[in-house]
């Protein structure tokens, strides 16, 4: 029999090594990017740092066209977000506290869709766009990555307003709130929670995504920071210094957007293991 202090010790063992692990990769990058190229393609990428710049992230984000890239990708992440998660608040509100024909149904087709496997719809994605005449633009990934979110996050979000008491809307409506009333003033307070995880979600989801921005656009001008990067490899084949310093440039807003949203991100999950 195994003692609490053995196990203890096993589980703080291994926890530590598969942190250590996980964090291995991303000191590595850290550290060759601030690195001069001599000094990587002397000494390889595994060896400790003899030197230190900040050249390879003004190369990144000017020469290799990073800054760019990641404001087009705040310009489709940011209004992204901001309308996928208004109108999916909208319809669960609806679908959790009305009692609309077939909501069931609706929520079924909605969470089918986001099973369906991406890579047998980015040809139809791809001509619909062309027909609508908005392919190669920021406007056409915006309303790609709407249309694929909204499904999911409705679906969610339905799971927690159906948690908030009926007895609370019941005493809007006596106060005499009528549906956008209570919508704007009840419910959407009570769902922060869920809110702000999911937009921490949708953010590094969008702001990350390769499939559906190589699949509607195609100008180097309008691509977002994940494809430029891409790019930035094949523009510094083997300036492991300028494409590590790329990567982390275009890690810096989900990591920021994730600790800002931390404390409700972490709610947000607790309410869910609850229900």
Known sequence: MISNRVRTFLFHAGAGTLSVLWLLPIAL??????????????????????SFTLEPFAQAWGEGGVGGAMLNSLLVTVPTVLLSLALS?????????????FRRSILLVMLAGNLLPPQILLVPVAKLTEVLGIYDT??????????????????VLQGFLRAIPNEIQQAA??????????????????????????????????FNDL????????????????????????????TWNVIAAGSVLAAIPTVAVFLRFQKHFISGLAIGAVK
């Open 138 to 155: 920021l406007t056409a990934l915006v309303i790609v990555q709407v249309g694929f979110g909204l499904g999911f996050y409705t679906f």
């Open 211 to 238: 499939l559906w921005a190589i699949t509607v656009l195609r100008s180097g001008t309008v691509m977002p920071v994940t494809p430029a990067l891409l790019g930035l490899q094949g523009q510094y084949v083997s």
């Open 89 to 101: 608040a909208a319809a669960a509100f609806a679908l959790s506290r009305y009692e609309i024909p």
């Open 29 to 50: 990058v850290l550290l060759t990017s601030i690195r001069t190229f001599d000094d990587v393609a002397s000494n390889g990428l595994g060896s400790l740092p003899g």
């Open 173 to 206: 409506v006596i106060d005499g709130a009528g549906p956008i009333r209570i919508f704007w003033s009840v419910i959407l307070p009570l769902a922060r929670p869920a809110l702000a995880a999911l937009s921490a979600l949708a953010f590094t989801w969008v």
